[in-house]
């Protein structure tokens, strides 16, 4: 694992935005596999103004789902599938037969899970995933005492998770379980990036970065992914001994 500090999050998320870029270059058939939330967004619009400049081509890139909310549907505003749509695969004009993202909504929710790992069974693996990290540790929805031996799966929400991800709703919601994809695919993934920013993360990245390697801390099993990169900004890396 690398760890990579940078002295903003403008910096941060242009060196980020960069590495998608050049993985797209060096691959134009990538298969991406991109979080949702705050961390991100400005390494999203980085991309889109970046890769508008270059004329950069997405024809034949693959993007599959990291994870949803069970239960809210794709057009509330604060859906993963609604926010990708929104910053990425809209201004990329990103064609919806290249773009796998779980069904929330529904009935056979383990189908949809068989279903997602064949999608990226078939597409020959992920070559790019960009995580956030939440203050709980998740990565993903894999929460604290994951078992880190899942492909995709549905989980019950860590209550750390439920109080925080209702900053993504414009009204309250019940946020009870999440579908996301597991640690298998992490550890099988060719390259994986953990973006995090701003002080509110600097507790958890030390506990990722500096403490044991446990599912306690999901995150912290990125350290022994041979191929993995933190980004960090000044504020998130405060603590790091
Ligand atoms: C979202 C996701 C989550 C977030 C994490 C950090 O798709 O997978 O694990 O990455 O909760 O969220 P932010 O970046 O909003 O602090």
Redesign the pocket.
Same mark, same amino acid.
Do not use: E, Q, R
């Given at each position: 694992m690398k760890l990579l500090i940078f002295d903003s999050y403008e910096t941060q998320s242009q060196a980020v935005a960069d590495a998608i870029l050049s993985q797209v270059a060096r691959k134009p058939e990538s298969v991406l596999c991109l979080? =949702? *939330?705050?961390?991100?967004l400005r390494t999203y619009q980085l991309l889109v103004e970046k890769a508008k400049a270059v004329r950069m081509d997405f024809s034949m890139t693959h993007f599959v789902a990291?994870?949803e909310w069970v239960g809210i549907p794709p057009d509330n505003s604060g859906s993963?599938k609604y926010f990708l749509t929104k910053n990425l695969f809209g201004p990329l004009a990103i064609s919806s037969d290249r773009i796998h993202l779980f069904d929330a909504l529904t009935s056979d929710i383990k189908s949809e899970c068989a279903a997602m790992d064949d999608i990226i069974q078939d597409l020959g693996g992920i070559d790019l995933m960009l +995580? *956030?990290? *939440?203050i709980n540790g998740? +990565?993903?929805?894999n929460e604290p005492g994951v078992s880190t031996e899942l492909y995709s799966h549905v989980i019950q929400l860590d209550e750390v =998770?439920q109080k +925080?991800g209702q900053?993504y709703f414009k009204e309250r919601v019940e946020i009870k379980e999440g579908i996301t994809l597991g640690f298998q695919h992490i550890r099988q993934t060719k390259m994986v990036l953990l973006i995090a920013n701003g002080s509110k993360?600097a507790e958890i990245i030390t506990k990722m970065l500096e403490g044991e390697i446990t599912s306690d801390c999901p995150a912290s099993i990125l350290r022994k992914h041979s191929n993995s990169y933190v980004y960090l900004d000044s504020l998130a890396a405060t603590n790091l001994s």
């Open positions: 979080a =949702t *939330g705050d961390s991100p990291l994870d993963c +995580v *956030g990290i *939440g998740h +990565v993903g929805f =998770t +925080v900053k993360k």
